[in-house]
């Protein structure tokens, strides 16, 4: 399975993006690509539907790949202005 997400974000409100908007293929996915237009997004992420997340970093007009299997979720903020992400995610 696979996903692709695309979203846009503004002015500090985090956005998750979960197995529910990606139907299901999130958690199952070990190679996520993430694409960040615009503003600096911070990211977090969820594996395991542990109690706390995992902050990757804060990323600006870049590519980050991710390397991980059961990611429940995804958290994207903006602290001020906005941008533009583009999620992809494949099984190995």
Same mark, same amino acid.
Do not use: R, W
């Given at each position: 399975m696979s996903y692709q997400y695309n979203i846009d974000i503004s002015n500090s409100?985090?956005?998750v993006v979960d197995n529910e908007e990606v139907k299901g293929s999130l958690g199952s996915a070990k190679f996520h690509t993430l694409q960040c237009t615009g503003d600096a997004v911070q990211v977090d992420i #969820?594996? =395991? @539907? #542990?109690?706390? @997340? &995992? *902050? &990757? %970093? *804060?990323? *600006?007009?870049? /590519?980050? @790949? /991710? @390397? =991980?299997? %059961?990611?429940? %979720? /995804? *958290? &994207?903020?903006? =602290?001020? %202005?906005s941008a533009s992400v583009s999620l992809a995610g494949v099984e190995e």
């Amino acid at each position: 399975m696979s996903y692709q997400y695309n979203i846009d974000i503004s002015n500090s409100t985090p956005v998750v993006v979960d197995n529910e908007e990606v139907k299901g293929s999130l958690g199952s996915a070990k190679f996520h690509t993430l694409q960040c237009t615009g503003d600096a997004v911070q990211v977090d992420i #969820n594996v =395991a @539907n #542990n109690s706390s @997340n &995992l *902050t &990757l %970093g *804060t990323f *600006t007009d870049q /590519i980050e @790949n /991710i @390397n =991980a299997y %059961g990611v429940t %979720g /995804i *958290t &994207l903020t903006v =602290a001020s %202005g906005s941008a533009s992400v583009s999620l992809a995610g494949v099984e190995e």
